[in-house]
């Protein structure tokens, strides 16, 4: 079964830190990929997508990500995160039928001011 | 501009009891979702429609029940609710279906 790997559950910065989050996936065929942010008490949102052309796109808040196909990751990353960057965070990939998305398990954020 | 509207927000329901998650979107999209959310296991797809009159299983359908009732509304229904489906249920809905899902503020249901 197509699953997607999130390799950190809680995340803790200081602000001005950098952020890496990592994403793995498992089906190695054509995909979209995209990363959803959820603030506390909120809905999710998105934070940037892929579909194809440059591996390397930019989101809201500064945020980025990679799409690297030889290892079927997306990992995003922010040089240098805020309090209000305080959220949890999911990878997201569509399923091999293209009909819908299998999200990753999350990654929680915590930012220290 | 609405979006994907979900109702009820919270819901606290016994063992047993049935009741019905409405979703409507007024962005005129063709695929609608589900998903429940639980600590730790991220969001799950409950079902999808990927047009109107078509529904489809996800990865979690088993207890629910869903009806496209036509292009703007999806319902999800619980016949029969059980302490396993204490979770917070989102609906989505995109145009194409690879396309970016937008999600509704969601409905916390505890069952008791």
């Known amino acids: 079964a197509q699953s997607v790997s999130q390799h950190n559950h809680h995340v803790i910065l200081s602000e001005a830190a950098s952020l890496e989050l990592g994403c793995n996936y498992s089906?190695?065929?054509?995909?979209?990929l995209f990363w959803y942010v959820q603030y506390p008490g909120q809905h999710l949102q998105l934070l940037l997508k892929?579909?194809?052309?440059?591996?390397l796109v930019k989101g809201i808040k500064g945020f980025e990500a990679e799409f690297i196909k030889s290892k079927f990751s997306f990992n995003l990353r922010k040089p240098s995160v805020q309090w209000s960057d305080t959220a949890e965070y999911f990878c997201?990939?569509?399923?091999?039928?293209?009909?819908?998305?299998?999200f990753g398990k999350g990654t929680t954020l915590s930012v220290s001011s | 501009n609405a979006g994907v509207t979900q109702t009820p927000k919270f819901q606290v329901l016994k063992t047993g009891q049935s009741m019905t998650l409405q979703c409507a979107q007024d962005m005129n999209h063709n695929s609608m979702y589900w998903y429940r959310q639980d600590p730790g296991m991220g969001l799950r797809l409950i079902y999808y429609?990927?047009?109107?009159?078509?529904?489809d299983k996800g990865e979690v359908p088993n207890g629910y029940n869903v009806s496209r009732l036509n292009k703007r509304e999806f319902s999800l229904r619980l016949e029969s609710a059980a302490p396993s489906q204490t979770s917070v249920y989102f609906c989505?809905?995109?145009?194409?279906?690879?396309?970016?899902?937008?999600f509704g503020a969601g409905t916390r249901l505890s069952v008791l």
């Open positions: 892929y579909f194809s052309g440059d591996p």
């Open positions: 989505a809905s995109n145009l194409d279906r690879s396309d970016i899902q937008y």
């Open positions: 429609s990927a047009s109107e009159g078509t529904t």
């Open positions: 997201a990939v569509t399923n091999q039928a293209g009909t819908a998305l299998i």
């Open positions: 089906y190695g065929g054509t995909v979209n």
